[in-house]
């Protein structure tokens, strides 16, 4: 089946230093969305891409769909310690006779002050 | 936020137990989400409901039984549990089931199985 593969799991970082985490699915996406998950909350959306190649802009956090629209990424420039918590991403692919949301599994930022 | 609440949002049972989970919307969505999040593990979506009509059942085991009443109200009825099914379990909804909407979750509830 489809299959959304997130890296990496885990990354601790220095307050001030950049993030990436990536995403790759196994399968063509109609879109991508990213969710944040802080520690003992829930996911919360941050954004969706639709379009091959589209990069998107929110203050630090910069948001990528790759040209195939297999893949994608999110980098925060200079973290902050209101930065830590979970990164998922999740691809819409057809399964099952309706557009399905397939979450990655996650990339946990630690942000050291 | 207060769009989706779940209750409780703890909850120990024995395998022997009957439960029952609770999830409400106040965003007037039409389709309604069970998912399972277990440590070190992507979200294992359950059950899809649209317009109170089931359309998935992601292969999950029949302990658990899913029930929508009505667009804002989604149950998951617990019973015969077993230890591997202690999770965090998230009730989400979105507008509709067509792709490209976001999904807003509530703030689950945390299910030890004894």
């Known amino acids: 089946g489809q299959q959304v593969m997130q890296i990496p799991q885990y990354q601790h970082v220095q307050e001030g230093e950049d993030f990436t985490t990536y995403c790759n699915s196994s399968t063509t996406l109609s879109n991508i969305q990213w969710y944040k998950q802080r520690p003992g909350g829930h996911p919360v959306f941050l954004i969706q891409l639709v379009k091959s190649g589209e990069v998107k802009k929110q203050k630090r956090l910069t948001f990528q769909f790759g040209e195939a629209k297999k893949n994608s990424s999110l980098h925060i420039t200079a973290t902050q310690t209101t930065d830590v918590g979970t990164y998922f991403c999740?691809?819409?692919?057809?399964?099952?006779?309706?557009?399905?949301?397939?979450f990655g599994a996650g990339t946990r930022l630690a942000v050291h002050p | 936020e207060t769009g989706v609440t779940q209750t409780p949002r703890h909850l120990v049972m024995g395998m022997t137990n009957k439960k029952s989970l609770k999830c409400e919307q106040h965003?007037?969505?039409?389709?309604m989400y069970w998912y399972k999040q277990s440590a070190k593990k992507p979200l294992e979506l359950m059950f899809v409901y649209s317009l109170e009509e089931r359309v998935e059942n992601n292969s999950v085991p029949s302990r658990f039984s899913p029930e929508c009443p009505n667009s804002s109200h989604l149950f998951l009825h617990l019973h015969t549990l077993q230890p591997e099914d202690s999770a965090l379990y998230l009730c989400?909804?979105?507008?509709?089931?067509?792709?490209?909407?976001?999904?807003?979750f509530g703030p689950g509830t945390r299910l030890t199985v004894t």
């Open positions: 989400a909804s979105s507008p509709h089931l067509i792709t490209g909407v976001e999904q807003y």
């Open positions: 999740a691809g819409h692919g057809f399964s099952g006779g309706y557009n399905k949301l397939i």
């Open positions: 965003l007037g969505h039409n389709a």
